[in-house]
Every structure is written in structure tokens, then in C-alpha cells.
């Protein structure tokens, strides 16, 4: 649901920029536009020598099969003409149109929502920081991220929260819940939901938070 939620803003056009840490590619299964894929994706694969680039579909059977898939563009023998997933390993730097758009979008920004992520992998973690102080921060995620301060936290399973929000604004999600989730209220401006992974917080979710009058 969270994936669609953000399609659905996007449609809206409340949706400046979708950065997301997933290699998996569901954002673009969900028809999502305005991706940075920070960490690369599965989607493609490059050959380590020449660059030349293949749809994930042509490297899958040997990936499979646990064979080293190598480049058909490189004359035979070439050392290292290996297609490589176009995710970023450990150590290597993120690619050049995540730090582009980082920074024209940070004095763009009127709202961040971080949604399903520890914030430990820099430089995403960084991301809350560089945008101004005057920016409001929504946090929605099973647990606090003590590390950082948002202004609301919504914390509990992200597909529950994403359809109450949903739900509220009116807005139609594929598999949606049609009745109201309950809530547990933490002053000032923590909210839990089923399933939040919180400690020394009651673990009911009973009361809800009261709708805006009409």
C-alpha cells in the first residue's frame, strides 16, 4: 500500500521526489515516476569492462543458476567482462543523479516523510539534516529513530498508517482498510499504531485520534 500511496501523491502532484534505498524496483512497478534509486536497482546489469548495459531479463537464467553472466560485447577472452547488477556494493559511491537532485530539491522541499527505513546507510541518512530547519518532518515506521527529531512520528506497520492517512484524505489505494485503525495517543506528537515496536510505550492501540471537523 505504501508503494501506491505514493503514486496516488504523486498523481497529486504532492510527490517532489520518491528517494528510496530498495533495489527491488517496486516503485516502478507501482508506476511510481519520480524515483531516485539511491542504491541502484536490479533492474540492469553493466558489463564491468565496457559499460554496455542489459535489461535484468537477460542476466536472470545464470543468476539463477549461480553462473557468472558474461558481457556478449566484449571480444572473448576479456578478463573481468562481467555483467555486474546496477546496484551500488559496499564502498562504491552512489550515482551522480541522487547528489543532483539532493541538492536542487532541498530548497524545494515543504514536507519530508521518511517511511520504513532505519536511516543508518549514509549518505541517505544524511537527508533529513540538509533540508532547513523550517521543514516539517513526518516519521512513519515500525520504531523512533532516536538519532534524528521529527515532528510527528507515526510509528506501527507502514501499510496500516499509509491507509488511515489514506483513508482520512480520501483517497482510493488498491486493498485499502475500510474501517478506521485504532491509535494510541503519545503527547505530544507520537502515534502508535498495531504493530509499533516501541519501549517503556503502552502497547494498546485503543484510542484514536479524533477526526477533523468537516
Known amino acids: 500500500k ?4 505514493r503514486r496516488v501523491r504523486e498523481e497529486r502532484g504532492a510527490l517532489l521526489r ?11 512497478v507501482c508506476g511510481i515516476r519520480n524515483v531516485i534509486q ?26 539463477m ?11 572473448e577472452p576479456t578478463p573481468n567482462s562481467i555483467l555486474k547488477p546496477d546496484i551500488v556494493f559496499f564502498g562504491e559511491g552512489l550515482p551522480a543523479e ?16 521518511v517511511m520504513g527505513s532505519s536511516l543508518k546507510v549514509k549518505p541517505v541518512a544524511h ?16 520504531e523512533p529513530l532516536p538519532q534524528l527529531n521529527f515532528d510527528i512520528e507515526l510509528l506501527g506497520d507502514c501499510d496500516v498508517i499509509v491507509s488511515e492517512l489514506c483513508r482520512r484524505l480520501q483517497w482510493t489505494l488498491p486493498c485499502q ?5 485504532p491509535h494510541t495517543t503519545i503527547p505530544p506528537s507520537r502515534y502508535l499504531f498495531r504493530g509499533a515496536e516501541v519501549e517503556d510505550q503502552p502497547q494498546s492501540c485503543g484510542e484514536s485520534i479524533s477526526e477533523p471537523e468537516s
Open 2 to 5: 505504501q508503494w501506491y500511496q
Open 18 to 28: 520518491n528517494y528510496t534505498q530498495n533495489i527491488d524496483t517496486l516503485e516502478h
Open 38 to 63: 539511491c542504491h541502484g536497482s536490479f533492474a540492469t546489469a553493466s558489463c564491468r569492462v565496457c559499460s554496455n548495459r542489459v535489461e535484468s531479463h537477460v542476466i536472470k537464467d545464470e543468476v
Open 65 to 75: 543458476s549461480q553462473t557468472i553472466p558474461r558481457c556478449t560485447k566484449c571480444p
Open 98 to 113: 541522487f547528489h543532483s537532485a539532493i541538492e536542487e530539491d532541498r530548497m524545494k522541499v515543504d514536507l519530508v516523510i
Open 127 to 142: 537527508i533529513p539534516n540538509l533540508v532547513p530547519p523550517d521543514i516539517p518532518q513526518i516519521l512513519i515506521n515500525r
Open 177 to 181: 482498510l475500510e474501517n478506521e485503525s
